[in-house]
């Protein structure tokens, strides 16, 4: 059993940061990557940053150079620090997780997603 939970949702205004953060636990060897999504309403899923086990990020334009993902591999945790936040950054957020089970093989899992909302 293997659980992802994210916190640090919340309301901010525009221009203001949150830092968001996505821990893993249970039958884990190792964390291969940890991404985060978001989906506003109506809207599909979309990717907001992703980090490799070896560290290696990637962001989509939207959010490049505003969003900065780390991770704690000793915690089997992820962060996503958000800055200069802007009404249409207003999304469920959520973590993927991509990992080798303790047993063997791999899986994957998905948190239950944190609400973001930024408006004055």
């Known amino acids: 059993q293997v659980q992802v939970v994210e916190s640090g949702g919340g309301l901010v205004q525009p221009g203001g940061s949150l830092r968001l953060s996505c821990a893993a636990s249970?039958?884990?060897?190792?964390?291969?990557?940890m991404t985060w999504y978001r989906q506003a309403p109506g809207k599909q899923r979309e990717l907001v940053a992703d980090i490799a086990a070896g560290g290696h990020t990637s962001y989509p334009d939207s959010v490049k150079g505003r969003f900065t993902v780390s991770r704690d591999n000793a915690k089997n945790t992820a962060y996503l620090q958000m800055t200069s936040l802007r009404p249409e950054d207003t999304a469920v957020y959520y973590c993927?997780?991509?990992?080798?089970?303790?047993?063997?093989?791999?899986?994957?899992?998905w948190g239950q997603g944190t609400q973001v909302t930024v408006s004055s």
């Open positions: 249970g039958s884990i060897f190792s964390i291969y990557g």
């Open positions: 993927f997780v991509r990992y080798q089970k303790s047993a063997g093989g791999q899986g994957t899992d």
